[in-house]
């Protein structure tokens, strides 16, 4: 049999008016004994005579339990609360030959908002204990946040610190290994341009050698034009006797001077390579020097002959030079009511010329028979 006992308005032991209502289960009794006593009790009475006999014992045990518990303690711990009726309840049940099976508070209430004021006054203390325990729990979370923070960024600095000393061992290391190989690339640079100065002062030696050896070939053959001028001088102007005389001491004057050229040379070379070249000016200069010394003793030699000749040479020149512009000339008029003007003008010039060319050399050339026969003429 279910039951559902209520109690309305059962004051607590503070005094505060509840309504509580539960469920029972309830059996007859099936040991012989406990099945005569509940005949006994029960016997020509319904289900629902039973139910209510019940019913009523276990509101009246529900009523005084009541009346010894607080608000608190009925509402907070309602299991305990309904094994302590049926506890107290059993043993009366028990002697009608009724066992209770279960008993639960169904539920408890008030008219007065007393479980709502109680229920919102543990729902602020729990929601200030929650405020509390959460503004704690966030204390410590900063806290530990903090330490967590100051941790990670006393790690970080302990790694940046490795990884700016390791960076900076290593900018040293670079610039070692930089300097080390600037250094390496400067002595590398420097024996390269030593170097090519040793080989560029060998072939700067090998040339010099080369202009010394040009330098004795030009000598010999200035020496060969030497020999060459004086027999033309005096195959043109002295005797045979005393040309062939003049030559044979020329080509040992020259032979001599040739050996001394040479051998300063040589000596030159030795003592200083960078003065070959002086040595062989000096050399040109005394071979032109007696070049210049044998025609100044030929000229004196044979004097105004010898000058002469050369003045003779030197006129085909001379007018060359001077009728030059007239080359460029295509006709010459000559504006004269003389036939013979032409003539005269012609012959006033061969006369005007031993005067013109003893103005520019020195010489007079009126003293040619050749001449002097045909000024002469003229005159």
Known sequence: MTLQPRCEDVETAEGVALTVTGVAQVKIMTEKELLAVACEQFLGKNVQDIKNVVLQTLEGHLRSILGTLTVEQIYQDRDQFAKLVREVAAPDVGRMGIEILSFTIKDVYDKVDYLSSLGKTQTAVVQRDADIGVAEAERDAGIREAECKKEMLDVKFMADTKIADSKRAFELQKSAFSEEVNIKTAEAQLAYELQGAREQQKIRQEEIEIEVVQRKKQIAVEAQEILRTDKELIATVRCPAEAEAHRIQQIAEGEKVKQ???????????????????????????????????????????????????????????????????????????????????????NRLLAELPASVHALTGMDLSKIPLIKKATGAQA
Request: glycine share 4%; proline share 2%.
């Open 260 to 346: 001394v050229l040479l051998a300063q040379a040589e000596a030159e070379k030795i003592r200083k390579i960078g003065e070959a070249e002086a040595a062989v000016i000096e050399a040109m200069g005394k071979a032109e020097a007696e070049r210049m010394k044998l025609k100044a003793e030929a000229y004196q030699k044979y004097g105004d002959a010898a000058k002469m000749a050369l003045v003779l040479e030197a006129l085909p020149q001379i007018a060359a030079k001077i009728a030059a512009p007239l080359t460029k000339v295509d006709e010459i008029v000559v504006l004269s009511g003389d036939n013979s003007k032409v003539t005269s003008e012609v």
